[in-house]
């Protein structure tokens, strides 16, 4: 008798449920659409979800999606330490990289075109940082973004070719070409074969011959990069864009846990 009961109150919540729906969006009750002066409209909450579709394929990781110009910390870049290499203080540099990275941002939301930029230094220097605000940024304004860390994007490409017995390109090399906005993370002094150097030199050709923008991140400077991938993508990397150097006394990642 106890579990005739249970079972119809249980019954009961769900007519009561069934009679009175909640909604994750009451305005358009799910549906995704409201009528406005009767003109059937996208209801705001389906924007939401397609600007965080955006955010999942972008291939943003938690702690990258932390990374904003505002939490940019200028204190790592002192003006008493001078580059001779650059004639400028750390600070100088690092303002001009700051404020480059946020006039690119402003650019491709206004739908003026520009080929991309390089972010040039050492290892905890910041770049990375400011490659990852300038997604979220445009990520935020709608903006289809892919970030991709070298090494791991070979390593992603080569296995999908060789498991492609017809020597077609893999869905990522796709994407990665076709994508409108692209940023290319750590593009180092890794071992680069005959065969990576030239996926990266076919990426960066397609996406200057498309009118699509590329953000890069290197530790080398523009002589490195022709030794390591070849003077042919070098000169397509000249052409993409200005180098904005960063330099730090030391990694930041080691400064801030010193200062904890
Ligand atoms: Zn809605």
Redesign the pocket.
């Known amino acids: 008798m106890e579990k005739i009961n249970q079972s119809l109150n249980q019954l009961n919540t769900f007519s009561q449920t069934k009679e009175k729906p909640t909604y994750q969006?009451e305005?358009?009750q799910?549906?995704?659409l409201?009528i406005i002066d009767g003109i059937g409209k996208i209801?705001?909450?389906?924007k939401k979800v397609v600007l965080a579709q955006k955010k999942q394929a972008s291939n943003m990781t938690p702690k990258l999606a932390e990374k904003t110009f505002e939490n940019f910390s200028m204190h790592y870049y002192p003006a008493y330490a001078f580059s001779e290499r650059y004639g400028k203080t750390y600070q100088q540099l690092a303002e001009t990289a700051l404020l480059s990275c946020k006039n690119f941002v402003s650019d491709v939301k206004a739908d003026r075109y520009r080929e991309g930029l390089i972010l040039e230094g050492d290892i905890g220097s910041g770049k990375t940082h400011l490659a990852a605000a300038i997604a979220n940024e445009l990520l935020d304004a709608g903006r289809t973004v892919l970030f991709l860390v070298v090494p791991e994007f070979l390593d992603e490409i080569r296995s999908s070719y060789q498991e492609a017995s017809d020597g077609s390109e893999g869905a990522l090399m796709q994407k990665a070409k076709n994508v409108p906005i692209l940023i290319l993370d750590d593009l180092g002094a890794h071992t680069y074969t005959n065969w990576t150097q030239s996926k990266i030199f076919t990426l960066l050709n397609h996406r200057l011959n498309y009118n699509l923008p590329t953000v890069i991140t290197t530790n080398l400077s523009v002589e490195e990069i022709g030794e390591a991938l070849g003077e042919r993508t070098a000169s397509r990397l000249v052409e993409l864009g200005k180098f904005y150097p960063l330099q730090v006394e030391q990694d930041i990642r080691l400064t801030k846990s010193l200062e904890k």
């Open positions: 969006c305005r358009c799910d549906t995704g409201v209801c705001p909450c389906q």
